[in-house]
Each structure stands twice: as structure tokens, then as C-alpha cells.
């Protein structure tokens, strides 16, 4: 996959805080093939990062076929930030919760993160800022207020 491991974990910290906060603002989006849903705003975990490293989400991202929704993850492929991003999460994902494969295809497996066994959705955000916490200090992340 495209992308270089150039992002400071600092700026990954602060862009998995980004995706955690617009995951609770939107709601998590667990169906498919697009990466956002249209109507409501929702995000699978892919869309958030691309929209925290960019500070933009094309439409494209949107739109409910397989075509779209490769052009979208080329999108995600071709933004070094968005999938370093990507990258160090999954491999903190494979430490915490190691019942799944998560760095074999990060896109995938972090846009179908609410189907994988075990993985409450509304607990999303709470990983994300613990992964974040992770990045400056072995503590975990206190809980949002």
C-alpha cells in the first residue's frame, strides 16, 4: 500500500482524538460499500482519518457503489498521513485486541471494526482516544467528559 511512516506520533495522536471526536459527532457508519453515509453524516473509522489528516472529505466517500468506493480508498492509499494513521492503529488494535488480523489490510479491517467480534461501536471513540494516550504515555486515556 502507498504511504510512508513519516507522521510524528504526535500528529497521529492528535488525528485519532480528531476521528473520536467526529465519530461522536456523526455516529459510527457500519454499512457499505461507501466509507460515509450520505443522509446522516455517519463515518467508518477510514473516512474519519482521511478527514482528520486532509480537513476534507470528498464526496466521493459518499456514494453507495464499488467503483466509488474504490476511488475513495485510493483516496485513503495515496494520503501518507491518513495511513500511517491507519497503520499505527491497527497495530495497536493487533496488541489489545489480537482475536483478529488487523494490519493485513487496515482500510478494510478498521472500516468493518464495529462487525469484528467483540467490538462494541459505541466504544469506538474510547479506543481512539486510549490508541491516542498511547502514542505520549504508557497510561491509559481518561474517559470523555
Known amino acids: 500500500m ?3 511512516d513519516t507522521t510524528p506520533p504526535a500528529y497521529i495522536a492528535d488525528y485519532a482524538l480528531e476521528m473520536a471526536a467526529d465519530i461522536e ?3 459510527i457508519w457500519t454499512a457499505g460499500p461507501n466509507f460515509v453515509d450520505p443522509a446522516s453524516e455517519r463515518l ?3 473516512a474519519a482519518a482521511y478527514k482528520a489528516t486532509t480537513g476534507a472529505l470528498p464526496f466521493i466517500f459518499a456514494i453507495p457503489d464499488a467503483d466509488a468506493a ?26 489489545v485486541r489480537p482475536d483478529a488480523d488487523w494490519t493485513d489490510d487496515p482500510i478494510d479491517r478498521l472500516a468493518n471494526w ?10 469506538i ?4 482516544r486510549d490508541f ?10 481518561p474517559a470523555a467528559a
Open 125 to 128: 471513540p474510547q479506543t481512539l
Open 114 to 123: 464495529p462487525h469484528l467480534l467483540g467490538v462494541d461501536p459505541a466504544g
Open 132 to 141: 491516542a494516550h498511547s502514542l505520549t504515555t504508557d497510561a491509559p486515556a
Open 44 to 46: 467508518d473509522v477510514p
Open 2 to 4: 502507498p504511504g510512508t
Open 70 to 95: 474504490d476511488t475513495a480508498r485510493a483516496y485513503i492509499e495515496a494520503a501518507p498521513a491518513a495511513m500511517d494513521t491507519l497503520r499505527a492503529l491497527a497495530a495497536y488494535l493487533a496488541t
Open 25 to 27: 459527532r456523526y455516529g
